[in-house]
């Protein structure tokens, strides 16, 4: 019997920029991009409501869509484009030429595009019949890989809604980049469906303006990139691709989505400035960001406190990690664009003890850690940066680390290709990465939308606590 999600394939083809519209390009790769070359591809959903049958939607919205992607390629081709990694010491770079295209899957599914859309927790299996996969590496004679860099799916649903599902190489783009990219992508297409000019994508707000892509503004005074390549390099003659079926890692996984309301955050926030004045302490960094952070860690490792204490005995001296990463386009010495199209971000970390973030102040102890952090970046975001990939890899290995997907600063509900705002984006990989996912509420402004996928047992536990603690706010 079919899965209620299964989906039936449409059409397969690839869409590139038009021809002979961007020149054969190479574009290196910056101690901003390496790190991310080894980081599984993101993998983001967003559905919208469409109430037309299969037929309405092949022969009338998705020559657009199609349309508009190949023109938005044009300015941000790089996600058109390969890496290319040839043996070392030869540099990886991303590479540009003339037809080189992203594939494109069209999809039909039958499933219930309501329950699929939910906030409440589902198998985490759910949402990855809508997740393209990418074209796989190609090895050239010379063993160098080349690497496609994006590909995409459309989902239609009949008469309920359609979902647009993208899987990109993080060494690509990151958050900021990558959004750019999308909300550029929907202006096209909404001029296109309004039968409005496209003589420029610069001209009606922030989110269109053109990609900048000369990297040469990436400064590295301090020699970054040698060392983060030679790492890479050791780092990736040692590693082992992880070769278990998704099916096995998610068999007992659930996904769902929290939301925090503004008028939670308001009284957290008011909680934490309260505790700070009482003990005659320095103000702390009390963004929505950081309080929210805090909230959660904790939660999480409340949540796994019943799963810990059955098979050991809890260490509370054992350090717990936080990891976030921070846009460096307004954070540097020298100036990067905002509309900068490549990476940019600071990789930051921060640890306390068990017994610190589970105590009567763990959500205070942890919103100082974290605040801390948001604040050194103001001094410095590249203090430290060289050990980037060394703390990476130790503190992934220790395991205990909560890391941050997403942002609640992207704009991710602004993506609006003519038929409204998203009903809901996921990220979708958080199930297998282990991360938390971030974005502004869909429903309501100033609220936060926090995606998890955890065990069962874990999901209960955290929901419970999360229903609980709210109350009490
Ligand atoms: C370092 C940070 C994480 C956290 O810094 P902060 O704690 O200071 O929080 P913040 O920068 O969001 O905002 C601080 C305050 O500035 C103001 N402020 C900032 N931006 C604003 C905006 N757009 N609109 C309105 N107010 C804004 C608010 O008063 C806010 O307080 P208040 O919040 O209280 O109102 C963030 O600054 C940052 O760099 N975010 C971007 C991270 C990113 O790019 N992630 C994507 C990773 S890639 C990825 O994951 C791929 C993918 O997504 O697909």
């Not at 393209?132 to 799916?153: F, G, I």
């Not at 990109?168 to 001029?191: E, L, T, Y």
Request: hydrophobic share 40%; aromatic share 10%.
């Amino acid at each position: 019997m079919a899965q209620p999600n299964s989906v039936k394939v449409l059409e397969i083809c690839q869409i590139g920029p038009p021809p002979n519209s961007v020149p054969t390009t190479s574009l290196p790769l910056t101690f901003f991009d390496i790190p991310w070359l080894l980081c599984r591809p993101m993998q983001r959903l967003f559905f919208y409501e469409l109430p037309y049958p299969t037929d309405h939607f092949k022969q009338t919205i998705l020559p657009i869509l199609k349309h508009s992607l190949s023109l938005t390629f044009q300015h941000f081709f790089p996600l058109a484009s390969n890496l290319i990694c040839p043996p070392q010491p030869l540099k990886p770079h991303i590479l540009y030429t003339d037809g080189d295209s992203a594939l494109l899957t069209i999809t039909e599914c039958m499933g219930n595009f309501d329950h699929i859309i939910a906030n409440y927790p589902r198998d985490a299996r759910d949402l990855h019949p809508f997740v393209p996969q990418l074209n796989p590496a190609r090895v050239l004679p010379d063993n160098t890989r080349v690497v496609p860099l994006m590909s995409l799916q459309l989902t239609v649903f009949p008469n309920s809604g359609i979902c647009i599902g993208l899987t990109f190489c993080h060494v690509a783009a990151d958050g900021r980049a990558f959004h750019h990219f999308m909300k550029s992508w929907a202006s096209i297409c909404r001029k296109i469906i309004m039968g409005d000019s496209l003589d420029c994508i610069d001209n009606d707000s922030n989110s269109t303006l053109l990609p900048f892509h000369n990297r040469d503004v990436v400064k590295d005074p301090n020699g970054l990139e040698p060392n983060f390549l030679e790492e890479w390099w050791n780092w990736a003659s040692t590693w082992k691709e992880d070769t278990r079926l998704i099916n096995d890692v998610l068999a007992d996984k659930v996904r769902a989505t929290f939301v925090l309301g503004q008028a939670h955050i308001k009284r957290l926030k008011h909680r934490i400035t309260s505790q700070c004045v009482d003990k005659e302490l320095e103000p702390l960094h009390v963004s929505t960001f950081v309080v929210t952070c805090a909230l959660i860690w904790v939660y999480l490792i409340k949540s796994q406190d019943s799963r810990v204490s059955k098979f050991s005995d809890i260490d509370n001296d054992e350090l717990y990690y936080f990891n976030f990463v921070a846009d460096c386009r307004n954070r540097l010495e020298f100036p990067i664009p905002s509309t900068y199209f490549g990476n940019c971000l600071a990789i930051c970390f921060v640890s306390l003890k068990r017994c610190e973030l589970v105590g009567e102040n763990g959500i205070f102890s942890a919103v100082k850690a974290i605040g801390n952090k948001v604040r050194e970046l103001e001094s410095g975001a590249l203090e430290g940066a060289e050990k980037w990939l060394l703390d990476w890899k130790e503190i992934s290995e220790l395991g205990h680390l909560v890391t941050v997907a997403g942002s609640p600063r992207l704009g991710v509900y602004e993506t609006d290709f003519g038929w409204g705002r998203p009903k809901k984006s996921e990220v979708v990989q958080i199930d297998v990465s282990g991360a938390i996912s971030l974005a502004e509420c869909g429903d309501e402004d100033g609220a936060i939308e926090v995606g998890l996928a955890l065990s069962r047992e874990n999901m209960d536990n955290f929901n419970a606590i999360f229903q609980h603690d709210l109350n009490l706010l």
